[in-house]
């Protein structure tokens, strides 16, 4: 879905970012601005700024700001394009959709309908579930067994679904409506209406939200020994399985505060681990761990620990688990896999030996580079030629859906090394390339062949006269400088952190505007080759910019890297964290300079100094190498 730069300018000037951050988090006036206590990190006193006049947030603590649709992203777990269309939804503006027709257009907006309906149905029944419950003592006591208390219950809103076949028909008097078996609570029998029933019978009751809070489907579990234990709302149009994931909505903060998500294999581990101290766990809902699920995760946190029992059902799906990780596992995010002795699950394993003990059972989890080496070597007899061989094979299909970068490099080495080749060589058989008579030993080349020194601050440079780079026409500015670098490595964005994002797409005009084109850009179509840009940017306010910067470089592309081992774009992105670095301690000195000034009438003031020095000082001595 394309959606033009305009309407977005047009939504983040109409929209109120007081009004949209003031619904998460308690604001009070400080001078000019509203303060409260970041929701991004824990706090004891506010240091969490929003402004009126600028539309914009900014923590001096953590560092992290944005606008809106920013917010909306970070702190609810929306893609861009839904955080967009919420907002357009409240503010009364129709998203448009340069390439849908009158008819397609009428079909979205249809469905956005049948999907505010069928959530209204099953937030009635969320309600109906809940009064059950409390009066229920056979389903209160199944609780308390577990050692749930009544505030963990009402955080996720568990219930109960009565026996009978049709306790519903009590909530909804229209018991033929079509809209409850759309959304997969009642059940009609194939002999006609007089067969309908209700899904859910006689079992407590786990409400699924999606990361906006509302009632999707839902999980119930019988109290006795009937079949199945567990069962799942159908797919429907708001309920997709293999993409949500239960009790992230209610562990959004907590994946911020504990810095990792904990996946668990249960809607009881979730609630049970929220009882016992880890808020901060989430669970598959029958299926395997996915891309689609980590994608929603890691808008949230950049670390993932999958929690599996130790028996071999467990290892499987650990080894599924880990298919879905593969595409997901950059640089700049961690997967790990932790398993829990066979007789215990999360639950029994806190309850035996204590909270500290499962948290050091989570700090010794195995990382994902080690599982995959586990899992592809798992058979093979490495002191044979064949079984090398077996190991060389096995490795290639999930090597290969690594994501490039550091990770992906490192890992090829390690398998070369248990087969017994160079890099160089395990790449050309899996490339299916002929063997060299002679061998080649790929990692002969200079040591020193970088041009960054570990351990020094790296001010970016111009290139070698003569050189390739050095022909163009040089940037004038920072702002300039850092356009270049990614209208040239598009991919480099997936590479920075919300801060740089911010610090990018704050800039004034017009570089501020062609930042925030740039990460529309890489949210709808992932990272692109500087032609396929150029075609986009036609008609643009900062079409001009762009190809002023980007003068001369269809004619001559840059340079292969020196390091054969090296990760393509490495270079260009070392650059350009080491100049957005110095651009973030120039805003920040500023940022103090106004803190101070500020501190004569405003008593937080001075405190917000003290915040955004401490931030400074910890990117002065950031190194980049």
């Known amino acids: 879905m394309t959606i033009p730069h305009t309407f977005i300018q047009e939504l983040i000037a109409r929209a109120d970012v007081v009004e949209i951050v003031g619904r998460y988090v308690q604001l009070k006036k400080g001078g000019a601005n509203f303060m409260g206590l970041c929701p991004f990190h824990s706090e004891k006193s506010p240091s969490f700024s929003v402004s009126p006049t600028k539309q914009f947030y900014h923590c001096f603590g953590c560092g992290k700001n944005g606008d809106a649709v920013r917010f909306l992203m970070d702190h609810v777990g929306m893609t861009f394009v839904e955080a967009v269309q919420d907002l357009a939804q409240q503010y009364g503006m129709q998203v448009p959709e340069d390439e849908a027709s009158p008819q397609d257009r009428a079909r979205a907006a249809e469905q956005k309908q049948k999907q505010t309906t069928l959530t209204d149905v099953l937030e009635k029944a969320c309600l109906a579930y809940k009064k059950h419950l409390k ?45 409850l078996v759309e959304s997969g609570l009642v059940i009609t029998g194939e002999d006609g209406e007089d067969k309908r029933y209700d899904r859910f019978r006689d079992r407590v009751m786990f409400p699924i939200r999606n990361v906006k809070g509302e009632c999707i489907g839902f999980g119930g579990r019988v109290l006795g020994d009937d079949k199945p234990k567990y069962l799942n709302s159908p797919e429907t149009p708001v309920f997709s399985k293999g993409r949500e994931l239960y009790g992230l909505f209610e562990a959004r903060n907590a994946l911020r505060d504990a810095g990792y998500a904990l996946v668990t294999e249960g809607y009881m581990d979730v609630v049970a681990l929220a009882q016992l101290g880890f808020p901060n766990a989430v669970a598959t809902l029958g299926t395997a761990c996915t891309s689609d699920h980590l994608q929603k995760l890691f808008r949230f946190t950049d670390s993932v620990v999958f929690s599996f029992d130790g028996d071999a059902a467990g290892r499987r799906a650990a080894r599924k688990a880990l298919d879905g990780a593969l595409p997901m596992a950059t640089d700049v995010r961690s997967c790990k896999f932790l398993f829990l002795p066979p007789e215990h699950d999360p639950d029994s394993y806190i309850r035996s030996f204590g909270q500290d003990a499962f948290a050091r059972y989570i700090a010794e989890a195995i990382p994902l580079s080690r599982f995959l080496i586990d899992s592809v070597r798992e058979g093979c007899e490495l002191h044979t030629a064949e079984g090398r061989a077996h190991l060389a094979s096995n490795a290639k299909p999930l090597w290969g859906q690594l994501p490039e970068g550091a990770l992906k490099r490192q890992l090829l080495a390690e398998i070369a090394d248990l087969v017994q080749l160079s890099s160089s060589e395990l790449n050309d058989v899996w490339q299916g390339k002929a063997i060299s008579s002679t061998r080649t030993e790929t990692k002969s080349y200079k040591k020193n062949s970088s041009p960054y020194t570990p351990g020094k601050r790296y001010e970016p440079k111009p290139p070698p006269i003569g050189s390739d780079r050095q022909g163009r026409r040089q940037p004038a500015s920072r702002s300039d400088h850092a356009a270049r670098l ?68 269809e004619a001559s592309p840059p340079p292969e890297p020196i390091d054969p081992d090296a990760t393509p774009g490495r270079e260009a992105l070392n650059e350009l964290k080491a100049l957005l670095n110095l651009m973030l301690i120039d805003q920040l000195k500023q940022q103090e300079t106004e803190a101070l000034a500020a501190a004569a009438t405003d008593p937080e003031a001075l405190e917000r100094y003290r915040a955004i020095n401490r931030r400074r000082l910890e990117l002065m001595a950031t190194k980049v190498t």
């Open 486 to 553: 990614l209208l040239a490595n598009s991919s480099a964005w997936n590479d920075l952190s919300h801060e740089e994002h911010a610090l990018l797409c704050d800039l004034p005009q017009p570089h501020g505007a062609l930042f925030v084109w740039l990460e529309i850009q890489q949210h709808e179509h992932g990272p692109q080759t500087w032609g396929n840009l150029r075609e986009g940017l036609r008609d643009e306010a900062f079409e001009g910019l762009a190809l002023k910067l980007m003068s001369g470089l």
């Open 135 to 179: 009066e229920s003592p056979r389903a209160i006591a199944y609780f308390k067994g577990r050692g749930l208390s009544g505030e963990i219950a009402k955080q996720f809103d568990l219930g109960y679904a009565p026996e009978g076949w049709r306790s519903l028909a009590s909530v909804f008097p229209h018991y033929d409506d079509p809209l």
